[in-house]
């Protein structure tokens, strides 16, 4: 008999796996689904992904120095590195690597903002949490280069959540995060950072 898993950790790693005949190959299926919702690809575009990484990197992980030489620039390939490296092991796996190379893809506030919902959606649900609201501010601090002082952590928590959350019960949708991240000030001087920097 096979038990669903329950779902995946920041490294791509199913957090629970019990009673499966081949944990392997069912990791990889789930694997599979998740990006292709995490990254709106198809199923045939993420194996192809999948193969190409595992021909490369056949430990399944790429090297800071091997994913910032990958790219044209230098600096966002270090702060996507900073950011998807959760863990400070200096490797991306594979799953880290699809999220990172889809965000880079991304030129629009609301096509990042989007990715930044469902990224940390963690189950899928269509809402986030409070804890997941704090799992995007710290990830924002790390792509920003902002050390993780726990009072401004908490202030930008409160500016993020007060800003986004319309109805004030605690879940907020997708719609609600994109309609209203831009008009937290934490957000919005990321955005307009960010900006500057390409011109």
Request: with cysteine; hydrophobic share 35%; glycine share 4%.
């Amino acid at each position: 008999m096979t038990k669903k898993a329950k779902k995946f950790n920041r490294r791509g790693k199913l957090q629970r796996v019990e009673d499966i005949d081949d944990p392997e190959a069912y990791e990889k299926r789930e694997l599979v689904k998740i990006l292709m919702y995490k990254c709106s690809k198809t199923q045939e575009e993420v194996l192809e992904e999948y193969n190409n990484f595992y021909k490369q990197h056949s430990d399944g992980l790429v090297t800071k120095e091997e994913y910032i030489n990958s790219t044209e620039n230098c600096l966002e390939a270090e702060a996507l590195f900073r950011v998807f490296d959760e863990d400070n092991s200096g490797t991306l796996s594979f799953y880290e690597y699809m999220q990172a190379a889809n965000l880079k893809k991304m030129k629009k506030p609301e096509e990042k903002l989007r990715w930044i919902f469902t990224a940390f959606d963690a189950d899928g649900g269509g809402t986030i949490d409070v804890e997941e609201i704090r799992e995007i501010v710290v990830w924002l601090f790390r792509l920003a280069g902002i050390d993780e002082d726990e009072d401004l952590l908490a202030s930008c928590l409160m500016d993020i959540r007060d800003t986004i959350d319309e109805d004030r019960d605690g879940d907020i949708s997708m719609e609600e995060f994109v309609k209203n991240a831009m008009n937290s000030k934490f957000v919005a001087s990321l955005v307009k950072t960010k900006e500057r920097r390409k011109h």
